[in-house]
Structure formats: structure tokens, C-alpha cells
């Protein structure tokens, strides 16, 4: 039997999947509930299987391999490993400038 890990969120990805419902509230509550709870389902498959994500193309070229990625498109869905917990550290829109914006807030948060 495989080991469960404990799942934490960030300040960063709560606020991160928070704004994107809000923005889509705006169009479409009921699809902004559809999202949340998808974003929020693969988040959580990361505590089962910690290491199926890839890690983050952007920050492997720059020899960072501490974080890892799982994809509910077009959200990535941030996170590292510790021993136990599975950190969610950022749920970014792939549509953006994405190595800015994990710079911003793997590095410097």
C-alpha cells in the first residue's frame, strides 16, 4: 500500500485559486464552481502520488528541481514535497508569462 501524504496549502494558492473563481464568478458562477472543484480534485491527487507530477520545465533549465507541477488546464497546479506533506505553493494560468510569475512568487515570496 502506498504512503498518503498530508496535504497543505499555502496562503499563496488559496489566495492564487480564490482569485481565479472570483474572476470567473463574474461570467459564470456555476462554471466557477466547476473549476474550483477540479483545480481543488487534481491538487489533492498529488497527497496519493506525489511524485506523478513533472517537474517545472522553467526551473529545471535553471537547476531548481525542488518543485513540481500538475496540470488541470490551462491551471498548473504548484507543489513541493516535504516528508510528509505535500506543499501546494501556487496555481498559475498557463496563459501568462510563467516563468516571471513563478519567479515572483517561488523565489522571492
Known amino acids: ?17 480564490l482569485d ?15 473549476i474550483y472543484q477540479k483545480i481543488r480534485k487534481k491538487a489533492h491527487s498529488s497527497n496519493f502520488f506525489p511524485l506523478k507530477g513533472r517537474v517545472i520545465p ?9 518543485y513540481r507541477e500538475l496540470i488541470s488546464s490551462p491551471w498548473r497546479i504548484i507543489y513541493k514535497v516535504g516528508n510528509d506533506i505535500v506543499y501546494i505553493m501556487a496555481i498559475l494560468d498557463s496563459r501568462q508569462n510563467v516563468e516571471e510569475v513563478l519567479l515572483q512568487k517561488l523565489l522571492k515570496g
Not at 502506498?2 to 499555502?10: E, V
Not at 522553467?58 to 525542488?66: F, P
Open 1 to 17: 500500500m502506498s504512503k498518503t501524504y498530508k496535504l497543505q496549502w499555502t496562503t499563496n494558492a488559496k489566495n492564487d485559486l
Open 20 to 34: 481565479i473563481v472570483a474572476y470567473i464568478k463574474k461570467d459564470s458562477p456555476s462554471i466557477a464552481n466547476e
Open 58 to 66: 522553467e526551473l529545471q533549465k535553471e537547476g531548481i528541481t525542488l
